[in-house]
């Protein structure tokens, strides 16, 4: 096992608390299906958002799960650069994992595709 990094990215409509919440639950929802992680594998999760985003943690997403009562979380700010994607939640899951780089499923979801087209096959 080595711990490797999922990315993950969404987008919301509003700076309203549910909607944070709820996206950031989908898209950590969405990191763990797809790369088949356990709650006891997480080493630690980082979330940040970009500066229109301030109506609620989206690490309250993540502790809304009952096995991720003792991952590390952490919420920051984006750096605001001009012309970046407005309203956006990203994460960077740190996880042990037998699988390669290449092998990680990243996730983006909504506007949030553009991001990495590379990753995402669109």
């Known amino acids: 096992?080595?711990?490797r990094g999922i990315r993950g990215a969404?987008?919301?409509?509003?700076?309203?608390a549910e909607e944070i919440i709820a996206a950031t639950r989908e898209l950590l929802t969405e990191m763990v299906r797809r790369n088949q992680v356990a709650a006891e594998e997480i080493a630690s999760v980082f979330i940040t958002t970009t500066d229109d985003l301030d109506a609620a943690f989206p690490a309250r997403a993540a502790r809304s799960f009952a096995d991720?009562?003792?991952?590390?979380?952490?919420c920051a700010r984006e750096i605001p650069?001009?012309?970046?994607?407005?309203r956006c939640i990203?994460?960077?899951m740190h996880v042990n994992?037998?699988?390669s780089q290449r092998e990680i499923e990243h996730v983006f979801l909504r506007e949030a595709v553009r991001l990495r087209p590379d990753l995402t096959g669109k």
């Open 10 to 16: 969404t987008t919301v409509d509003r700076n309203e």
């Open 90 to 92: 990203r994460v960077m």
């Open 1 to 3: 096992m080595i711990v």
């Open 81 to 86: 650069v001009p012309g970046s994607l407005p």
């Open 68 to 74: 991720w009562t003792y991952v590390p979380l952490m």
């Open 97 to 99: 994992t037998s699988r």
